[in-house]
């Protein structure tokens, strides 16, 4: 977890030194476009959470790629956004996942007992945005409000546990659903934007339960920051 903090903090400061460079003024041009790659880093909350299931540890998300800006009006201040990108999530809970063969089963267990048990993904992502904007061929520096969807193919996902007497063990998860989609909205000014994302379906394939039959039909929301580059 101190590695990935380093990672993020290290990525943050470099966006935003790169972002601030890259909305430098050079020429006027009336058929501009914005906000065409981006870097975002935040943080996930398990919503609906089976009973005495708890977060632990830092859930982190870290996310970049390419969206193409499509202008729909003549100022270019309002427009579409398709694009493609990878993210990587993980989840850290009290839930114990042990793999015996091809079955997977879930078991909710004391905080004392465990000291890491993490669900990671790593996702391929299809964000589609409608854009509003104040931007103008001369202002680099303007207010943003971007709402719209976002589809995601988990092609990894692992579970991994580090218990006291047992050491770390790890499984590539196959009860991750593999298609993932929510709802986004990103607004800000200038470098600094928020950005959320509130998942449409469970985290897990439908029917996963834990030992006692409770269904674990855990939705994530997103929340954190997310830079712009042109």
């Known amino acids: 977890m101190r590695n990935w903090t380093s990672l993020m903090t290290l990525l943050l400061g470099w966006f935003t030194i790169f972002g601030i460079s890259a909305q430098t003024p050079q020429s006027v041009d009336d058929r501009y476009?914005?906000?065409q790659f981006y870097v975002g880093l935040g943080f996930n909350f398990l919503l609906d959470r089976p009973t005495d299931v708890v977060q632990r540890s830092l859930s982190y998300n870290l996310q970049t790629g390419f969206i193409k800006d499509i202008p729909l009006s003549r100022r270019r201040n309002v427009g579409l956004g398709l694009g493609l990108g990878y993210a990587v999530n993980s989840y850290y809970t009290n839930i114990k996942a042990t793999q015996v063969g091809d079955a997977?089963?879930?078991?909710?267990?004391?905080?004392?007992?465990?000291?890491?048990?993490?669900?990671?993904?790593?996702t391929v992502e299809v964000p589609l945005e409608i854009r509003w904007r104040t931007s103008t061929p001369e202002e680099y520096k303007f207010w943003r409000i971007y709402a719209g969807g976002k589809l995601g193919y988990v092609f990894s996902g692992r579970s991994r546990l580090v218990m006291d007497?047992?050491?770390?063990?790890?499984?590539?998860?196959?009860d991750i659903q593999k298609l993932q989609y929510g709802l986004t909205l990103s607004f800000g000014y200038n470098t600094w934007n928020i950005h959320a994302y509130y998942a449409?379906?469970?985290?897990?394939?439908?029917?996963?339960?834990i030992e006692d039959g409770v269904p674990i039909d855990m939705r994530v929301l997103r929340i954190g920051l997310i830079?712009?580059?042109?």
């Open 227 to 230: 830079f712009y580059i042109l």
């Open 165 to 174: 007497e047992t050491g770390a063990e790890g499984f590539s998860n196959s």
């Open 200 to 209: 449409l379906n469970p985290l897990l394939e439908d029917g996963t339960q």
């Open 33 to 35: 476009l914005e906000d």
């Open 104 to 122: 997977i089963t879930y078991e909710v267990v004391s905080t004392d007992d465990i000291v890491r048990s993490k669900l990671e993904t790593h």
